[in-house]
């Protein structure tokens, strides 16, 4: 039964972490939110109506909950037991009532002590680390691993029945949820800046735990909550159906054990604490995945917004004219390209039905043996176009506009919605390959280097195992790694970056690809490992006569590489020529505003300097 | 890996030790009157301390504790105050019983969750939509819950089983497996609904990760990405998702056991606890912390063979 609470607790802590920073604010608008979720309102409902039943339960219960009339047993519902009477004759909707007061008393206690230990354990051990979390930790994997109910029961051995000693017991035994969850939320905002900050203008760590620290876990905790009731009164009625309850009170527990000792008389004995049981538990079930939601929600449209912001900023109205121009020029060309994209819009389908549109009106082309640069600042789109022509954009991405073309035939074709996975998956590896930007993350750590190496070249070129072993070990010496045996046997956590690097270029290359996609492949690396990587680049595009699009947002790099560039800014295409025409007279006041802020008045990159070369013409 | 394992071996070995050492504590620190309980109100106050004598209830705690582990090496866990029967051997009659039901559950549930898990995040749609609503509905009703409906319907009203499982192997496999069929499906539902939902995310998180992406434009097929590489990686968050739920199923089985009046570990336990059976309510915590090592092990195991990085840290 502890299964489901580690769910919520492995569960709750992402999505949520980062809302509960902005106070005030963004609770109210969670609320509202959650009152705009129709399955929040029913969970508030029945949870609301049960709490005030139980409250009220000493007024609207005709009769006490032990009172019995021995005349009467087994009774049907009539003006006097609405619900009928159980084997001893006592009234079913009064026990009912009773129960549930107990029931959620003794939930509120379960998850109060859980809450008690489970959290300033977690804030300790998160804040301060050190021994004291190396012990909590060990005692969280003692509690772990006992089955709840096989706890209670040597409680109930121990002191005998009752249902307060019990919860307290399990809430001991639960808090480890807590302490995980407060303990993970707060390790990742100890070191953030505002916490620094704090620190540092002389708040107290009391004062830094109140103020910023509890008001990230406030809506996990709550999430937590709903989960841990819900798991406390199934275990105490399991407890109370086994007969090891308090026997003088009246507990759904009780009455369920009660109507399956009658269920041959009066089944409906069953019914009624088995849905009190359910409508509890699953109010509160779905309270907490409300709340998830409403608090997901929120990051959801804040990130909206902050993209709608950055595109109001774009109406720039000048740039229509000389982007027409080159434009039509591409369009017009006859003359076969490897790749030809023409007006390529992205998108993405919005919850409210409308499209964001990622990548809008954007053409070039690429040749065998050129290297296109696609210069623009994150979020200008580069990448989403770089990986529409992989055929590897999220699924939920959609193509709006225009066409793409690999040596003469659509991969794109005008009109389709999406890209056609069965025409890509031929080229792709083959014909088309990629080199990504983070080395580490796009190695699968489970297999070795030379496995991920090998695979490709048997399954794309059909060539032997042993065959492809050769052919790997040769590619790693030619990337300049220099004892190719250890790093082919090696896994991608043995390596260093700059070597994983090496490893994913070479990746990209042995299947002889005409085109490498190159996004940001220095970005992740260190400044004297980036041009290493830069000069390898170009001189296996040298050798292999390949084409390349490099995706960057340096135009160090692109001076340092490329032939031909194309600027990109909100998803729009602003400037498309060669690198020495660009460079030389930009036409395009965001061009001028990039090249400014990368190369004037600045010292060179190190790049530049180590490279030694003037820009590729 | 042999040290890794030793390694592992180790701490299960100590978790063992603390664990008995907190339950044996707890039980007899606070049952002050176990003898004038066993003999009853009529005994003299000669006769309880006989009694109290003859259980060893008159030697400090920390001696009788070790004296418990002493015997415990060699086998020897007590016997029933009640019955005298050896704890060691109600436990070796009962322990078949109840693991035959918890691994069937569990074998059906790793099959059933990691199934249905795995095509709702690969295929989404309605699928994904079916185990969102099961994984709550699943939540809402608690195991015995869903047991004992599943008697008064499928057993009592409709008569499509036996609604009590004491027939035993001996009277042929199909009526043993037809018996059995209700106890499991009780212990299992929660465990589905809830271990599909997880196992769906899980694998969704290892879609998302940027060397699937890597694996796709080196033209790698979809199907050798998902199987060798992602259920790979989704695996270890899997089972242990599967070890919690062994873990709370060694409690449910208690009461599954109950309701179906099955003569496993449940019905044994059940009564010690009632009659504060101390020495059987002490084998019966042993023989669940020994499941749980065992199993805890394994997943420890078969973890690090799947990710080279556990293995060495």
């Known amino acids: ?617 | 890996m042999i040290r890794f394992i030793a390694k592992r071996l180790g701490s299960g070995l100590v978790v063992l030790f603390v664990v008995s050492a907190l339950t044996f504590f707890l039980l007899y620190v606070s049952s002050g009157s176990i003898a004038r309980n066993i003999l009853g109100d009529q005994a003299t106050a000669e006769q309880v301390a006989m009694k109290e004598h003859e259980l060893g209830l008159d030697q400090p705690l920390v001696v009788r504790y070790f004296s418990w582990v002493a015997d415990a090496l060699s086998g020897n866990l007590g016997a029933s105050w009640f019955t005298s029967e050896p704890v060691a051997n109600s436990l070796a009659t009962r322990i078949p019983v109840t693991m035959t039901m918890v691994f069937a559950a569990m074998i059906l549930i790793a099959v059933c969750a990691a199934l249905i898990g795995v095509v709702a995040a690969v295929k989404r749609g309605w699928v994904d939509r079916v185990v969102q609503v099961g994984a709550i509905i699943g939540d809402s009703i608690p195991g015995f819950v869903i047991g004992v409906i599943l008697v008064t319907i499928l057993a009592i009203q409709l008569g499509l089983f036996p609604a009590t499982s004491t027939i035993s192997p001996e009277s042929g496999p199909e009526a043993w497996v037809y018996s059995m069929a209700l106890p499991v499906i009780a212990l299992l539902v929660n465990g589905v609904t809830g271990g599909a939902q997880q196992i769906r995310s899980a694998v969704i998180k290892q879609l998302e990760r940027d060397y699937v992406r890597t694996l796709r434009s080196r033209g790698i097929g979809e199907r050798e990405i998902l199987f060798k590489h992602v259920l790979r990686s989704a695996a270890p968050a899997g089972l242990t998702v599967l070890s919690l739920q062994l873990v709370g199923m060694l409690g449910g089985v208690v009461i599954i056991e109950q309701i179906f009046a099955l003569p496993g570990m449940g019905p044994l336990a059940v009564a010690a606890t009632g009659q504060s059976d101390l020495p059987v309510v002490m084998g019966v915590v042993m023989y669940t912390v020994v499941v749980v090592i065992v199993v805890n092990l394994l997943v420890d195991i078969l973890n690090g063979w799947l990710n080279p990085k556990v293995r060495v840290s």
């Open chain 1, 1 to 617: 039964m502890s299964d489901s609470v580690e769910t919520a607790a492995v569960a709750a802590p992402a999505p949520s972490l980062n809302t509960g920073q902005s106070g005030t604010v963004v609770r109210s608008t969670v609320i509202r939110r959650l009152l705009r979720n129709p399955l929040g309102i029913i969970a508030m409902a029945i949870l609301l109506a049960i709490s005030l039943l139980a409250i009220l339960a000493p007024v609207l219960a005709p009769f006490q909950e032990n009172y019995s009339n021995i005349a009467k047993t087994l009774a049907a519902p009539d003006s006097v037991n609405i619900l009928g009477t159980d084997s001893a004759g006592r009234d079913v909707w009064s026990r009912l009532l009773f129960g549930a007061q107990l029931t959620l008393l003794s939930a509120l206690l379960c998850a109060g002590v859980a809450i008690a230990i489970g959290l300033p354990a977690g804030l300790i051990a998160g804040y301060y680390a050190g021994k004291f979390e190396a012990v909590s930790n060990w005692m969280v994997s003692i509690l772990m691993s006992l089955p709840g109910l096989i706890v209670l029961l040597t409680i109930r051995a121990a002191f005998g029945p009752s249902v307060w000693i019990s919860m307290i017991a399990f809430g001991i035994l639960i808090s480890p949820s807590y302490f995980r969850l407060t303990r993970t939320a707060v390790q990742s905002v100890r070191n953030e800046l505002y916490v620094d900050a704090a620190r540092v203008s002389g708040l107290s760590d009391l004062s830094i735990i109140a103020r910023h620290i509890f008001s990230v876990v406030r809506a996990p905790i709550i999430i937590q909550t709903a989960a841990i009731a819900g798991v406390a009164i199934a275990i105490q009625s399991g407890l109370e159906f086994l007969g090891l309850g308090d026997p003088t009170k009246a507990t759904w527990g009780v009455m369920l054990s009660e109507g399956f000792k009658n269920v041959y008389l009066n089944p409906t004995l069953l019914f009624w604490p088995a849905l009190a049981m359910a409508l509890t538990i699953g109010g509160l079930v779905l309270l907490g995945n409300a709340i998830r939601d409403a608090l997901e929600d929120g990051e959801k449209i804040k990130h909206r917004k902050k993209a709608a912001q950055q595109k109001g900023t774009t109406a720039a109205p000048a740039r229509a004219g000389q982007q027409r121009q080159s434009m039509a020029a591409v369009e017009l060309g006859t003359e076969h390209h490897l790749v030809k994209v023409t007006n390529l819009g992205v998108g993405y389908p919005q919850a409210d039905g409308s499209v964001k549109k990622v990548v809008d009106d954007v053409s070039f082309h690429v040749d065998r043996g050129e290297i296109l640069g696609i210069v623009g600042e994150s979020g200008s789109g580069k990448s989403q176009t770089a990986f529409s022509i992989l055929g590897l954009l999220p699924d939920n991405a959609r193509i709006v506009a225009g066409s793409i073309q690999f040596d003469g035939n659509y991969t794109v074709a005008p009109g389709e919605e999406r890209v056609d996975q069965a025409r890509l998956s031929r080229l792709r590896g083959k014909r088309i390959s990629y080199i990504p930007q983070e080395p580490m993350s796009n190695l699968d750590p489970a297999f070795t280097i030379g496995y991920q190496l090998v695979t490709p070249m048997v399954r794309v070129l059909g060539i032997p195992k042993e065959e492809a072993r050769k052919r790997a070990l040769k590619l790693l010496a030619d990337v300049g790694i220099a004892n190719p045996e250890r790093t082919f046997s090696a896994y991608p956590h043995e390596v260093s970056g700059g070597m994983a690097q090496r490893v994913l270029i070479a990746g990209a290359i042995s299947c002889e690809p005409d085109l490498v996609i190159a996004d940001e492949p220095t970005t992740a690396l260190d400044v004297t490992v980036q041009a290493d990587v830069l000069d390898l680049l170009r001189e296996l595009q040298q050798r292999l006569n390949i084409g390349v699009i490099l995706v960057t947002h340096n135009f160090g790099v692109v001076a340092d590489l490329c032939d031909r560039v194309a600027v990109m800014q909100n998803g729009r295409l602003v400037e498309e020529g060669s690198v020495r025409d660009i460079l030389r007279n930009p036409k395009e006041q965001y061009t001028r505003t990039l090249l400014a802020s990368m190369l004037e008045g600045k010292t060179p990159m190190s790049m530049l300097v180590s490279s030694q070369k003037e820009p590729a013409a």
